[in-house]
């Protein structure tokens, strides 16, 4: 059978939750049975997000093969719990490499290169490599932007011919925008999505569905009127209301019809009826009362929580499962170091310092690993945070302040962070790091051994620097546990502190890995060592 293909665009405003939307609708359909996979086009010029500024871009997600990718790659991953590779987010600039690097090869055999048709068909192949790279019956695609934005036009031509290639039965429009509010009357306003529409059907694309995001509820008759004017069917008008839970947007779109009106309109005879009681247990336990604790997240770029989206996200799947409701302090390292915040830290029965590349706050974030350290309060340090907390230790160990990761001072006395030999040479920035999914060896008898459960596990990775073996010997004999390794034993993968009730660094990133009813068993073993600190549970 051929591959069926939803399609998600936005309009009016740009952040209305598209990426979330389109990873609800993919839970959706998996849950009826059916393999999904989802693509995010970011139009963009950079070849990926990895070379950006988290002000610019919020995380940066890696995947199992190493590729950086959007944040919304991560939703799609926790909303149907699938993992997703490299050509499930692809950039304008990307395809432009490609297709500049063909041209110079003389594969276009003397033709003049244009947007239509070697940019589109650029994208239209690589369209077609997420079913055939992943399996999935239907592939869901999220164009990034929104209608009228000059950069999202070769995407959007690309869809668009993508269903007269394909056929109506095998692709399926959604437009995704938003209804303002206008405060003195109360009133709903339709007007700018009905501009969106007729943005979107100058290009040539009729919306199949509309969901129309709001922060207020919607009448039927706000949907009737957008469904008389954009010309949908009324019951392909989705109203859907803000919630504070995340999670709970499936449960809205179910309760819509969204996955039925689909499925009919690309052909599918149903297949399973969806089992959404683990999932409504999920929503519920979010909704009730559970008793407070207060985390604080040292890092230097906490103005943007997107920044730290998959870290935030897996510590709430970890205070679900432990029960409890979680507090979290957005701390700035920068600012520790100026002495403010330190009241947050003192209220907190956890530190979790997350990754980051370069020097500004590095200190800030080393003060509050010592405390954590000598407090005996708990602490979870990922990647740049497992770094600083063998730097801490170091400074203690070595009675040397001249102690440091040569990323952050290249001529330290003590380099107990040091470039993998791998990167010494490398002079690109772009996809270079160690990247991507490695396996982990679990000491017996540690924190994380008896977190995971398990002898192996394997994780996904995003760094140039590791721990130096030079130190290994001496470090555990004064109570740095080396408790996850590589297979081969020459990289550190996971540190602790032996005596502590919990102080892990994990040279990869857990956080990717964490599912909504599925935590990650160091975030939860963090949560619950800060809980029992606390004494809520
Ligand atoms: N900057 C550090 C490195 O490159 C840590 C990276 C990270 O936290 N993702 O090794």
Known sequence: MATKYIFFTGGVVSSVGKGVTAAAIGRLLKERGFSVAVQKLDPYINVDPGTMSPYQHGEVYVLDDGAET????????????????????ITTGQVYAEVISKERRGDYLGGTIQVIPHITNEIKRRIAMVSRTTGAEIVLVEVGGTVGDIESLPFLEAIRQLRSDLGRENTFYVHLTWLPMIGATEELKTKPTQHSVRELRSIG????????????????????????????EARAVVPMVTTPVLYQVPLLLEEAGVADLILH????????????????????????????????????????????????????????????ELDIRWLHSVELEKGKGWDDIRESAGVIVPGGFGSRGIEGKIQAIRYARNEKVPYLGLCLGMQLMVVEFGRWVLESDDCNSTEFDRTTRYPVIDLMPEQVDITDMGGTMRLGLYPCMLQEGSIAR????VEKVDE???????????????FSERGMRFSGLSPDGRLVEIAEIADHPFMVGTQFHPEFLSRPNRAHPLFVGFVRAAAQKAGVI
């Open 265 to 324: 309109r690309l052909g599918f005879e149903p297949r399973q009826m969806p089992d959404w009681s683990a999932w409504k247990r999920l929503v519920e336990r979010t909704k009730q009362e559970k008793p407070k604790l207060t985390i604080s997240l040292v890092g230097k770029y906490v103005e943007l929580h997107d920044a730290y989206m998959s870290v935030r996200e897996a510590l709430r799947h970890a205070a679900l499962e432990v029960g409890v």
């Open 450 to 453: 008896k977190a995971y459960g």
């Open 70 to 89: 959007d944040l919304d790659l991560g939703h799609y991953e926790r909303f149907i719990d699938i993992r997703l590779n490299r050509v499930c987010n």
């Open 460 to 474: 996904r990775h995003r760094h140039r620097f590791e721990f130096n073996n030079a130190y290994r010997q001496r």
């Open 205 to 232: 694309i009729s919306p199949d569905m509309i969901v129309a995001r709001s922060d207020h509820p919607v009448d039927d008759g706000i949907c009737e009127k957008i469904a008389l004017f954009c010309d949908v």
